[in-house]
């Protein structure tokens, strides 16, 4: 704090001395910076917190609240983190009813993709759907790049973020086009389309405005189809999409059909009428 950090977290299970919390809690408020209270369930005091570990989770979490209310401090953010999606969700649900102070959601440790990321969005998709939640943390070993995408998929899934949504249907006996390389292509395109900055020369830096760098993302929903047969009906919602034959493939808007076009031009087709849109 003392080197301008512009707030902390305080772990209880780690920092069980009242008398060092106090000072930290003062300093903050010298400093006008907020704190997170972040019970880890790892590091619980269970000599202290007995009975189900959710309830022991929100309790070591209400106690240092009480602390920190006391030195008339309020400028707090909670959270409640274990590994277990079950017993996270639980805590931030009893916590959800006890205070009104924002809350920072996320599923420690939950370890490596696939199963990480599907941790993390059932744990903070069923909680943001419940109304719970003010910030997310994605927790992933792994690149920190991939819990941002990640994080970033999750809230846009739920609709509180917009993006380019692609939607693509399982491959099936009908599908004549290698689908799966069509999808892994758009993918990659799409995602140096998914946000726009403005990038300033060097001598603009020192007074730049810090909204000057804020992404703009672009809201789009393309759909990559395996057949004519369902393709644009079933992708009728989609902005633009495309759905293949044999050795050609179609391009649609909202359902109707635009042009068609070879299937090694699919891609290339397809890019050009999306980044015409946007």
Same mark, same amino acid.
């Given at each position: 704090?003392?080197?301008?950090?512009?707030?902390?977290?305080?772990?209880?299970?780690?920092?069980?001395?009242?008398?060092?919390?106090?000072?930290?809690?003062?300093?903050?408020?010298?400093?006008?910076?907020?704190?997170?209270?972040?019970?880890?369930?790892?590091?619980?005091?269970?000599?202290?917190?007995?009975?189900?570990?959710?309830?022991?989770?929100?309790? /070591?979490? !209400?106690? /240092?609240?009480?602390?920190?209310?006391?030195? =008339?401090?309020?400028?707090?953010?909670?959270? !409640?983190?274990?590994?277990?999606?079950?017993?996270?969700?639980?805590?931030?649900?009893?916590?959800?009813?006890?205070?009104?102070? +924002?809350?920072h959601l996320g599923i420690t440790a939950t370890?490596? +993709? +696939? /199963?990480?990321?599907? =941790?993390?969005?059932?744990?903070?998709?069923?909680?943001?759907?419940?109304?719970?939640?003010?910030?997310?943390?994605?927790?992933?070993?792994?690149?920190?790049?991939?819990?941002?995408?990640?994080?970033?998929?999750?809230?846009?899934?739920?609709?509180?973020?917009?993006?380019?949504?692609?939607?693509?249907? +399982?491959?099936?006996?009908?599908?004549?086009?290698?689908?799966?390389?069509?999808?892994?292509?758009?993918?990659?395109? !799409?995602?140096? !389309?998914?946000?726009? /900055?403005?990038?300033?020369?060097?001598?603009?830096?020192k007074s730049l405005k810090p909204e000057a760098?804020?992404?703009?993302?672009?809201?789009? =929903?393309?759909?990559?189809?395996?057949?004519?047969?369902?393709?644009?009906?079933?992708?009728?919602?989609?902005?633009?999409?495309?759905?293949?034959?044999?050795?050609?493939?179609?391009?649609?808007?909202?359902?109707?059909?635009?042009?068609?076009?070879?299937?090694?031009?699919?891609? =290339?087709?397809?890019?050009?009428?999306?980044?015409?849109?946007?």
């Amino acid at each position: 704090m003392e080197n301008g950090a512009d707030g902390i977290r305080i772990n209880p299970g780690n920092i069980r001395d009242k008398k060092r919390i106090i000072q930290i809690v003062r300093k903050a408020r010298e400093k006008e910076i907020p704190i997170r209270i972040g019970v880890n369930s790892g590091s619980l005091d269970r000599k202290r917190y007995k009975g189900p570990l959710a309830q022991a989770m929100v309790r /070591s979490a !209400l106690d /240092s609240i009480k602390i920190f209310e006391k030195e =008339k401090f309020y400028d707090i953010i909670v959270s !409640l983190k274990a590994s277990d999606v079950l017993t996270t969700t639980e805590a931030y649900r009893l916590m959800a009813k006890r205070c009104d102070y +924002p809350l920072h959601l996320g599923i420690t440790a939950t370890g490596l +993709p +696939p /199963s990480g990321i599907i =941790k993390s969005a059932i744990g903070i998709g069923s909680l943001l759907l419940k109304g719970i939640g003010d910030t997310i943390r994605v927790s992933l070993t792994g690149p920190p790049q991939e819990e941002i995408r990640v994080g970033y998929e999750i809230l846009r899934a739920l609709g509180l973020r917009k993006g380019i949504e692609i939607i693509a249907c +399982p491959t099936c006996g009908r599908c004549e086009i290698d689908l799966i390389k069509i999808a892994q292509q758009v993918e990659k395109r !799409l995602s140096r !389309l998914q946000a726009t /900055s403005y990038k300033p020369q060097a001598k603009e830096l020192k007074s730049l405005k810090p909204e000057a760098w804020s992404l703009k993302p672009a809201t789009l =929903k393309v759909a990559i189809m395996g057949c004519v047969v369902n393709g644009p009906g079933e992708a009728r919602e989609a902005d633009i999409g495309i759905a293949g034959g044999k050795k050609i493939g179609i391009i649609f808007r909202k359902g109707r059909v635009i042009k068609k076009v070879k299937e090694k031009d699919l891609v =290339k087709a397809l890019l050009a009428e999306i980044e015409n849109m946007i």
